[in-house]
């Protein structure tokens, strides 16, 4: 017993250390849970460790047909889904607007594709002509103006988006019914300018813009957006006006397509005068 | 006088870690530990056991601020465990004489990057292992303990060149 207590006292300092060290532990033990439940696990880890990384590299070489495996499972799945068939159940209803004796049909359909990080943004739904959907007809959603149809099959459409820098879309303010035509940039899927407003227009920031209805694509005053920046070059007679659009285009889901009933006999008495011409 | 030196610098050492060098994160790996330069700057003379003591509350104190009980306490104990052994092993020529601080100024530069790196990756492979608790990532935390480690020695030989002057006489030399 006197020799224990002589060895410990003449390595003291080793002494020392370990029992500051077991105090450490511890103190590292008693206060963390994830350390302490890692302490445990610690000392199979380590081996359960190097057997996994050995099963890893094994692994890869069966890679390949794993995944053929997987994707003809996905291909069989997909096919099994709600998605997969299509829903012909068509609801449409029109206004007779007395007043102004034009009368809009509007269509119901679903966005199944979309983009908004493109130059040229187009949008698919999930009805074609079946559903009575034909090209040159406007998109609009409860927020405002989506689109217009560009194609059609018997089951899908797709519309040229207004966050395509190919679009133009006949617009006014809503407060003095100035008119002014609405075009995308590309860049930000958020705003877009407002062209041909000349300087002696009086508006504000935050104005209304809506379609003016001329086009006969959309109806007049369905809401486009809102002025968020204006500026101008005095040198230029047209303001450059940044516009807020109404429609959040990365979240579109369900969209109403606009039918013109009187579209071909306005179209043909425009025609017809201007033969006269 | 040089003990209330020293704990002067054992306040400042503690708040720089606690209060800035923690809180600034220069990205996900790299902490610097600059508290440790307390037990680096100790003197020759130091006993032992007032060695350990020292390197263990210095820990602790890093600890409480830090809110990781034992962690910092088992690294820096374990860097004063070896601190003697490293003194013997980098051996210089003046290394005995009286009065003699283990600081650039008065042992050079090479004596002093050998001496302290050695303790500093001895100090952060422990913590980061006590960090880390598990041999999973190991390499992940052996760059860790590499890059933290440079940045630490970095900042040591900076407030080295900061805070001491060349000193002309280097036997009556003290801190």
Redesign the interface.
Known sequence: MRNIFLFIWKNYFFFLFLALQIFCFVLIINNNRFQKAAFLNSTNDFFRNIIQKVDNVYAYFSLADVNKKLAEENALLRSKTLEAYNIYGVKSFIINDTVYKHSFRYIDAKVINNSVNRRKNYITLNKGSRSGIRKDMGVIDSDGVVGIITDVSPNFAVAISVLNIDTKISTKFKNNNHMGSLSWKGTNYRTAKLEDIPLHVVFNLGDTIITSGYSSIFPEGVMVGCVKEFSYDPSESFYNIDVELSVDFNKLSYVYVVDNLMKTEKLLLENQNQNQN | MIIIRHIIRFIILIALQVFILNKVQFSGYINPYLYILFIILLPFETP??LL??LG?LL?LTV?FFVQ????H??AS??MA?IR?FVIASVSSKREYEQGIQPVIQDLGLNWFLTYASILTVAHHTLLFL?EA????EFFITIGRVLISSIFTLLLIVITQYLFYKPKRNIVTGKI
């Not at chain 2, 990781?68 to 962690?71: A, D, I, R, V």
């Not at chain 2, 608790?133 to 999973?136: C, P």
């Open positions: 032992k056991w350990l003591i263990f820990g600890d990781t009980p034992g962690m306490a088992s104990l374990f465990f003697p006590i608790f598990h041999f999973n």
